[in-house]
Structures are given as structure tokens and as C-alpha cells.
Nanobody
Framework: QLQLVESGGGLVQPGGSLRLSCAAS????????IGWFRQAPGKEREGVSC????????NYADSVKGRFTISRDSAKNTVYLQMDSLKPEDTAVYYC?????????????????????WGQGTQVTVSS
């Protein structure tokens, strides 16, 4: 059974850092892209970042460029989202999603209907 599990969310002060993890299980190969999305209360879901199956293709939303870094450890079947210089507007539930067979990220970071599997989400709250 294919499964994605997010972890690493929590409460952090503005300017702080968190590292989210997305652990994948049940995939028969490493040939899948991972996207991170977030949804704040009363707002639509938005794309945050993506990494292709090779790890060489990445994409970021303009709002997080220079502050967030995505990476993947194929040996651990895990994708990380390092979030630095966090702002209150980063507060949201963060989800990871997997699209099998995708080598490169979609140019539009908000493409979400192509992803096949989704995690349950992890809450990130940035507040003093």
C-alpha cells in the first residue's frame, strides 16, 4: 500500500526554522516526484515546492524562494522541506504528494491534480 507520512510540524516563533519530512512507503521504484502544498484556514491550497525523481529538478513558490529548501534522500525514501526565516503567513497545514513517473517538476508550482497520493498533513504555526 502506497503511503506518505508527513512529520516535523509545530509551533515556532517568527524568524525560526522547521524541517518537515515526507516519508514514502510502498513505492516499487524511486521514479516519482514529490510536491509540498499548504492550506491556511479560509484559503485555497497552494503549491510550496517540488522535487523531481532525480532530485535535480526543483521548484519553489515565489513566496518561499530563498527561505525554503527541498531535498530528498532516496536511501530513506524521504523528502525534506527545510523552512528558515519563517513568517506568520507561513502558518498552514502542510501536505506532501507524490506523482509516479514524473522526472521533472511541473513549471506551475500550483499544479496539484496530477499527484496520485497525498499525506495526511502536518500543522505549522508561526507565532510569537
Amino acid at each position: 500500500q502506497l503511503q506518505l507520512v508527513e512529520s516535523g510540524g509545530g509551533l515556532v516563533q517568527p524568524g525560526g526554522s522547521l524541517r518537515l519530512s515526507c516519508a514514502a512507503s510502498g513505492f516499487t521504484s524511486d521514479y516519482y516526484a514529490i510536491g509540498w502544498f499548504r492550506q491556511a484556514p479560509g484559503k485555497e491550497r497552494e503549491g510550496v515546492s517540488c522535487i523531481g525523481s532525480s532530485g535535480n529538478s526543483t521548484n519553489y513558490a515565489d513566496s518561499v524562494k530563498g527561505r525554503f529548501t527541498i531535498s530528498r534522500d532516496s536511501a530513506k525514501n524521504t523528502v525534506y522541506l527545510q523552512m528558515d526565516s519563517l513568517k506568520p503567513e507561513d502558518t498552514a497545514v502542510y501536505y506532501c504528494a507524490a506523482e509516479e513517473g514524473r522526472l521533472y517538476c511541473w513549471p506551475d508550482i500550483n499544479v496539484d491534480d496530477e499527484y496520485d497520493y497525498w499525506g495526511q498533513g502536518t500543522q505549522v504555526t508561526v507565532s510569537s
